[in-house]
Every structure is written in C-alpha cells, then in structure tokens.
C-alpha cells in the first residue's frame, strides 16, 4: 500500500508543534550543558521556522476568514516568543537565565498551540471551515519550510525579526 504525505497545512503545522513540545521534554531532562545548548538551538531553528511559515503563507490566506483576534495575536504571540528566541540564541547554558528563557518559551509556545489547535473554535477549526485550501497551502508550506531548513544547515537563520513589536 503506498504511503501518502499529508500536506494539510493544519496537520503539517500540528506536527510542527509535536516535535516542539518533544524537544523542550528533552531540554528538561538534559543535564550536561552541551547536550542543553543543541537542544537549544534545535528548538530556536524549529520555532524560527515555524513561525516565519505561518507568517509568509497560513496566516495571510486566512486573513478575513478567521477571527480577527486570532488573527492578530498570533503575530504577537510569535513576537514574543521571537525575543525570547533571540536571547536564547545570544545566550550560553551557563547564563544564569538560560534555562529560565527556554522555560517561559515553552509556557509561550504552549499557550500559542492552544489557540491554533485546542481551545473551542480553534484556529485550525476555522481554518478547515474557511474554505481555504489546505492542501495548496501545505505545498507552500512544505517548499518554504525545505529551503529555510537549507538556510539554516548552511549557516544558520538570522536573528528573528518581529512583526509587531
């Protein structure tokens, strides 16, 4: 039976978090500082990439079909969560609030997957109801997220750079 990829942009960027939440569990129970400073770094690609899909391809196609709130502080939750990754990214595990960053990242991150994908009327039920087209999206999604995961092997992101802040 041959295998097929999902390419609902709903469900790529669900997977996304899952990966996430993996590697912040691991993050907690790292105990050597180099371990904790990859983890660090895998977790600030993944949410740098993340979030910079979100904000070029899901986010713009759904302007007007979702709650404006939504909308809107999604793009400040990102900004929030971009500064923390920017500290993290100039920071060393021996930083006295090196873990105490990733911490309040993983309460951002938690609280921002809640309204994408958990609290009633989520953001993905919306999107799924908006008559966009998810599939098409994913695509995008799936390129984009393949030549920012080029970038960063090649030499790492940029700094992230906020939207609303």
């Known amino acids: ?36 400073a990859s983890l660090a770094r895998e977790i600030c690609t993944e949410l740098k990439i993340h979030a910079q899909v979100e904000e070029e391809i899901f986010y713009p196609a759904l302007r007007g079909k979702i709650e404006d709130d939504l909308y809107y502080e999604a793009f400040v939750e990102h900004d929030g969560a971009k500064t923390l990754i920017n500290a993290i990214e100039a920071s060393t595990p021996d930083d006295e ?20 994908e958990k609290r009633h009327d989520n953001m993905f039920q919306q999107a799924r109801a908006s008559g966009a087209d998810l599939e098409a999206l994913g695509e995008r999604i799936l390129a984009r997220k393949e030549e920012l995961m080029a970038m960063a092997k090649d030499g790492g992101l940029p700094p992230a750079q906020t939207v609303t802040m």
């Open 97 to 116: 609030f090196f873990d105490a960053r990733i911490t309040v990242l993983k309460e951002e991150i938690a609280h921002h997957v809640r309204e994408e």
């Open 1 to 36: 039976m041959p295998t097929t990829i999902d390419i609902d942009a709903t469900h790529i960027l669900a997977a996304d978090h899952r990966k996430v939440e993996g590697l912040f569990e691991d993050f907690e129970r790292a105990s050597s500082a180099s371990r904790k």
